[in-house]
C-alpha cells in the first residue's frame, strides 16, 4: 500500500481529548457542565447500540447525558413535546433525535422542531441555511469529522480541487459547503453524472459518500489525492459478513496519497464530532469563547 493511512479512531480519540479539557475548563472556570439529550424511538438493534455508545463516550468527556426512550406506537405529538422540554431546559445544551423515526412520524417535522442552536446534528433548516451561506452555524456530524481529517492532514485546503460523490443531506451537500468554506474548488458528483470517472481523477480530494460497497475503484484515483471514504456497506465475501467503503481501498490506496479505512475512518468522527458541537453549543448558549479546532 503506497498511502498514507487516515486513522480515524486515533483522531477521533484525540477530538474527544480535547472535548474533554475544554469541558472540564467550563467546570472549573464557570461551574457549567454541558449537556446532551439523545432520544430514541421505537427499539431498532443499530440505533439501539449506537445511543448506548453516544450515552457512554458522553460521560467519559464530563459531560451529562440525558435519554429519553419512547415506544415505537408513541404518538408524534407526545414526541413533540419531550423536544419542547427538551428546548426549555437549560441544563440541556444539544438534542439528538436518533433517526430512523417509526413511519408514523414525519422526520422533517421532528428534526425542526429542535431549537437550532440546539441541533448538535445540523440537521435544523436554520443551520442548513446558515451554512449554506457561510455563516455561523450548529455543522453536521460526519462532514464535520472529514473536514477535521482533511484539516490535520494537509494544513490548508484552499485551492484543492475536491470532488464529493453523493448529494445527501446528511453528508454530501453539507461536506460540499464546508470544502467552499476552505477554499476549495468542489463538485458535487453522483449517480447521474456523465463520465464520473473523468470527474473524480482530476480531484485533489475525494469523498465519497454515495452508499454503494467499493463503487470508486483505484483508477478512477488520481496520483497522490487524498480519499476519504464515508460508506459503511455490510456484503459478503468469502462467506463471511464484512465492513466496506464506498471506495475499493485495496486498489484506492496503490494510487493515493491518503486514504480513510473502513472500518476505523470516519465512522469514530461522528460521535466525536457530535460531542464537539455539544460543547460549541453550550459555549455559544453561555457567550464564552469556543473551543478552537472543533468547529468549522
Known sequence: MAATLIDGKAFAAKVRGQVAEHVARLKEEHGITPGLAVVLVGEDPASQVYVRSKGKQ??????????????????????LALIDQLNNDPA????????????????ELVIN???????????????????????????????????????????SLSGMDAVVIGRSNIVGKPMAQLLLGDSCTVTIAHSRTKDLPDVVRRADIVVAAVGRPEMVPGDWIKEGATVIDV???????????????????????????????????????TIACLLANTVTACCRAHNLAEPEGLTA
Open 231 to 269: 460508506g459503511i456497506n455490510r456484503i459478503e465475501r468469502d462467506g463471511k459478513n464484512v465492513l466496506v467503503g464506498d471506495v475499493d481501498f485495496a486498489s484506492a490506496a496503490e494510487r493515493a496519497g491518503a486514504i480513510t479505512p473502513v472500518p476505523g475512518g470516519v465512522g469514530p468522527m
Open 58 to 79: 458522553t460521560v467519559e468527556v464530563g459531560m451529562n447525558s440525558y435519554e429519553h426512550k419512547l415506544d415505537a406506537d408513541t404518538p408524534e405529538a407526545d414526541l
Open 113 to 155: 422542531s429542535i431549537a437550532p442552536e440546539k441541533d448538535v446534528d445540523g440537521f435544523h433548516i436554520s443551520n442548513v441555511g446558515l451554512l449554506g451561506t457561510g455563516q455561523k452555524s450548529m455543522v453536521p456530524c460526519t462532514p464535520l469529522g472529514c473536514l477535521m481529517m482533511l484539516r490535520d492532514h494537509h494544513g
Open 92 to 107: 440541556v445544551n444539544g438534542i439528538l433525535v436518533q433517526l430512523p423515526l417509526p413511519k408514523h412520524m414525519n422526520e
